[in-house]
């Protein structure tokens, strides 16, 4: 579960380049719930993962995971608890070492050092068959160097390494956008399947306004720092895209301008 409550910051506060990035944020999930995120640049959408994930410190408010005040916890020990996807294929897996050695460093998260062998035949008939739900025969290359796949193998296998021991919070931030379309529909759709078998409270920002609406549970538009819709239930399955376009326009009064949102 993750509750915030009126999250604020700003960035440069005091200068000329003063710019309020997040304006009193409140919001809450449940565990196994997946909001997807949809805005123009500058909303305030990756500045929110940012924060949640303590990146950045935060002005004002609280940030609770699993009902514990995270809110002046380090990035690092944040880190043990929150999965994170990000747009690059190449910023999640170390390039020179193996996908075997990838998935033993991720399987090691959180866990105390001891003088156990580093990966064991259990591990070993784990990794592969986790890998085989990719379905792209990675469970056969295990022993290949990370850096001889593609951007999207590795985006696949770098959402595997972040719910391989289960996150209490997984963050993917804009996670397909590199991605070819056919490789990016693959990848949101094995999303939607660790999300839905483990349960996992997932923040998912996209530039699709389509795959934000027919991806998770509910759906969230932010503008100017602030959320401006937060879509649920029965008025989420309602939804189109040209509609929300149209209701966000008439609530913050302002035109969408983001050809890659209109354009996804």
């Known amino acids: 579960m993750l509750r915030i409550e009126s999250l604020s910051k700003t960035f440069g506060k005091g200068s000329t380049n003063e710019k309020v990035a997040l304006n009193e944020i409140n919001l809450v ?56 996807v990000f747009q690059d ?25 001891g003088l156990q062998p580093g990966v064991t035949k259990k591990d070993m008939t784990l990794f592969k068959e986790r890998l085989a739900l990719l379905e792209l025969g990675l469970e056969n290359r295990i022993k290949q160097k990370v850096g001889l796949l593609s951007g999207g193998q590795r985006q696949a296998l770098t959402l595997l390494m972040a ?19 056919t490789i990016a529909r693959k990848v949101l759709s094995l999303t939607r399947k660790l999300v839905a ?6 923040l998912m920002i996209t530039h699709n306004m389509k795959a934000s609406l027919e991806y998770g549970t509910r759906t969230i538009m932010m503008h100017e720092g602030k959320i401006m819709m937060d879509l649920q239930g029965q008025e989420r399955k309602d ?26």
């Not at 078998?197 to 997932?202: G, P, R, V, Y």
């Open 29 to 84: 999930l449940q565990e196994g719930e997946f909001l997807t995120i949809i805005g123009g640049n500058g909303a305030g959408k990756s500045t929110l993962l940012n924060c949640i994930s303590g990146v950045y410190e935060i002005d004002e408010g609280r940030i609770i995971l699993d009902s514990k005040d995270v809110t002046f916890a380090p990035e690092y020990k944040r880190s043990r608890h929150i999965g994170r």
């Open 89 to 113: 294929p190449l910023r999640g897996t170390a390039h020179d070492m193996t996908i075997e050695e990838n998935l033993a460093i991720a399987f090691a998260k959180g866990k105390s050092v």
């Open 163 to 181: 719910t391989l021991i289960k996150p209490k919070l997984l963050l993917l931030d804009e996670h397909t956008a590199a991605l070819d379309p």
């Open 197 to 202: 078998e483990e349960k996992l409270c997932t």
């Open 239 to 264: 939804m189109t895209v040209d509609r929300l376009i149209e209701q966000f326009e008439k609530r913050s009064g302002a035109e969408l301008d983001n050809d890659r949102m209109l354009l996804g």
